[in-house]
């Protein structure tokens, strides 16, 4: 079966992020497996794509 592994993915505009409130993505790890369904939620404007 396929599946995604997202591991310690996180997202800084800055150059060197030092803490936690630095992170627009805070560092996440995930799997999402075949035949399940997910989605990415937040709200208007706060970089989901």
Known sequence: ?????LENLGH???A????EHDF???PVN???Q???TYAL???SGC???
């Not at 060197?16 to 803490?19: L, Y």
């Open 34 to 36: 075949d035949g399940k």
């Open 24 to 26: 627009a993505l805070k």
């Open 16 to 19: 060197d992020p030092k803490g």
């Open 12 to 14: 800084s505009y800055l």
């Open 47 to 49: 970089g989901k794509t």
């Open 1 to 5: 079966m396929a599946k995604i592994v």
């Open 41 to 43: 939620l937040g709200p």
């Open 30 to 32: 995930l799997t999402w």
